[in-house]
């Protein structure tokens, strides 16, 4: 344990789906072979990220473009050691609450009894009801649901029932509650992790999905990171999908937002607003997730989309490295795989990269590999001072500066 806690703010930024390479179970999930990161930077023949390199990244993966070297900070694998591959999951995980059996999924639909109750529900037939890529399916139904004004529903190999509808002729307060209906009907037997809103627009042939996407998540089983920091006194601001996928549960502030570019803008407002603080200010968590990669690059195979992407997020870390009082940790993570180069379009089973940087970080350090992305929350808890009773071994002792 730390003598005395060196951190007043904690800046967690999850990229979604940036996984690092196949977990040793992989195979059983068929994602031999993933490497979302690096296969990333060879199918687009070569991939610069100089400031990710600076914080170890070419230390836990082959990154063609980007060479090991000396972190600055701290770096670590992280595997996951609950039971799927998930947004939910890898995020509760890494607040310290595990799974010893992966969510429900629906490979084949959603059964009689869940469609009728849903139906009954909303008050009018629902198309679909398939596992489907979610810009396939408006294109197939797109039509018809704009004719019939019947919502499309399909899933994916994740726990998820996903609504999708065009928002001229579903408001998307309407749609919002036909999520918020689903997901009180989707509980013991049926449970799925989220309820997820998918809005579009546009003519047929043209359909685009909109920035309005909502999920209605299931709240975590457990107590998480979230719920000890603000037992302890520590402010907790989710940015991007952190409400959704925590519904709600341990924040004190919300911030949605549209895509990676306006999570980068909050991520780096959140950072500046703090400068000036002088050490032992009121603590806090500032926990950021970036969808693109997993949504608009990942699940459509995109790699080209993706690298841009990477390319994008390191442009921004300098601003945030140099927004950083002396108090602050920045640390980058991910969630788990979506390989944009493998033939599915589905998450895949990675481990998960753990970038450290900041004045309290001892620089150099290449932590062996973690057993369980648990071990992030444990060491958040303990640089922060905050009483933990979540899953996790803590490695503050091993990547901080003692006081």
Same mark, same amino acid.
């Given at each position: 344990?730390?003598?005395?806690? %060196?951190?007043?703010?904690?800046?967690?930024?999850?990229?979604?789906?940036?996984?690092?390479?196949?977990?040793?179970?992989?195979?059983?999930?068929?994602?031999?072979?993933?490497?979302?990161?690096?296969?990333?930077?060879?199918?687009?023949?070569?991939?610069?990220?100089?400031?990710?390199?600076?914080?170890?990244?070419?230390?836990?993966?082959?990154?063609?473009?980007?060479?090991?070297?000396?972190?600055?900070?701290?770096?670590?694998?992280?595997?996951?050691?609950?039971?799927?591959?998930?947004?939910?999951?890898?995020?509760?995980?890494?607040?310290?609450?595990?799974?010893?059996?992966?969510?429900?999924?629906?490979?084949?639909?959603?059964?009689?009894?869940?469609?009728?109750?849903?139906?009954?529900?909303?008050?009018?037939?629902?198309?679909?009801?398939?596992?489907?890529?979610?810009?396939?399916?408006?294109?197939?139904?797109?039509?018809?649901?704009?004719? %019939?004004?019947?919502?499309?529903?399909?899933?994916?190999?994740?726990?998820?029932?996903?609504?999708?509808?065009?928002?001229?002729?579903?408001?998307?307060?309407?749609?919002?509650?036909?999520?918020?209906?689903?997901?009180?009907?989707?509980?013991?037997?049926?449970?799925?992790?989220?309820?997820?809103?998918?809005?579009?627009?546009?003519?047929?042939?043209?359909?685009?999905? %909109?920035?309005?996407?909502?999920?209605?998540?299931?709240?975590?089983?457990?107590?998480?990171?979230?719920?000890?920091?603000?037992?302890?006194?520590?402010?907790?601001?989710?940015?991007?999908?952190?409400?959704?996928?925590?519904?709600?549960?341990?924040?004190?502030?919300?911030?949605? %937002?549209?895509?990676?570019?306006?999570?980068?803008?909050?991520?780096?407002?959140?950072?500046?607003?703090?400068?000036?603080?002088?050490?032992?200010?009121?603590?806090?968590?500032?926990?950021?997730?970036?969808?693109?990669?997993?949504?608009?690059?990942?699940?459509?195979?995109?790699?080209?989309?993706?690298?841009?992407?990477?390319?994008?997020?390191?442009?921004?870390?300098?601003?945030?490295?140099?927004?950083?009082?002396?108090?602050?940790?920045?640390?980058?993570?991910?969630?788990?795989?979506?390989?944009?180069?493998?033939?599915?379009?589905?998450?895949?089973?990675?481990?998960?990269?753990?970038?450290?940087?900041?004045?309290?970080?001892?620089?150099?350090?290449?932590?062996?590999?973690?057993?369980?992305?648990?071990?992030?929350?444990?060491?958040?808890?303990?640089?922060?001072?905050?009483?933990?009773?979540?899953?996790?071994?803590?490695?503050?002792?091993?990547?901080?500066?003692?006081?």
């Amino acid at each position: 344990m730390l003598d005395q806690p %060196t951190v007043d703010r904690v800046i967690l930024v999850v990229l979604d789906s940036v996984g690092i390479g196949a977990l040793p179970d992989a195979g059983s999930y068929g994602d031999d072979g993933s490497d979302s990161l690096g296969n990333t930077a060879r199918a687009v023949g070569g991939l610069s990220l100089p400031n990710l390199g600076r914080l170890g990244i070419g230390n836990l993966d082959d990154v063609p473009g980007t060479p090991p070297e000396t972190p600055s900070g701290a770096c670590a694998k992280m595997a996951s050691r609950s039971l799927g591959k998930d947004t939910t999951t890898g995020h509760w995980e890494m607040c310290g609450v595990l799974l010893d059996r992966p969510f429900r999924t629906y490979p084949d639909g959603f059964p009689p009894h869940v469609m009728h109750s849903f139906e009954a529900r909303v008050r009018r037939g629902a198309l679909g009801n398939k596992a489907a890529s979610g810009t396939e399916i408006i294109k197939e139904l797109g039509e018809e649901h704009m004719r %019939t004004g019947m919502p499309i529903v399909y899933t994916s190999a994740d726990s998820v029932f996903q609504i999708a509808c065009h928002e001229d002729v579903v408001p998307l307060p309407i749609l919002y509650l036909w999520c918020q209906m689903a997901r009180e009907i989707l509980v013991g037997d049926a449970l799925v992790a989220r309820v997820i809103a998918r809005p579009f627009a546009g003519r047929p042939g043209a359909f685009v999905r %909109t920035d309005n996407r909502r999920d209605f998540s299931m709240p975590p089983i457990g107590p998480t990171l979230l719920d000890y920091a603000r037992i302890s006194g520590v402010k907790v601001t989710g940015i991007g999908k952190i409400h959704d996928v925590f519904a709600g549960q341990g924040l004190d502030r919300t911030v949605h %937002t549209k895509g990676n570019a306006d999570g980068i803008r909050e991520v780096l407002a959140a950072i500046e607003g703090g400068q000036g603080r002088a050490p032992g200010s009121a603590k806090e968590i500032i926990m950021a997730n970036l969808v693109d990669f997993d949504m608009l690059y990942g699940h459509r195979n995109d790699p080209a989309g993706y690298a841009r992407a990477l390319r994008e997020f390191d442009d921004a870390l300098p601003r945030m490295l140099s927004g950083l009082c002396p108090s602050d940790l920045l640390i980058v993570t991910a969630d788990h795989g979506c390989d944009p180069t493998t033939p599915s379009t589905d998450h895949s089973r990675e481990y998960v990269p753990m970038l450290m940087a900041g004045e309290p970080v001892r620089p150099g350090v290449i932590l062996p590999d973690r057993d369980t992305l648990a071990d992030l929350g444990a060491t958040v808890a303990e640089a922060l001072g905050v009483k933990y009773g979540g899953a996790g071994a803590s490695f503050a002792e091993q990547v901080l500066r003692r006081p």
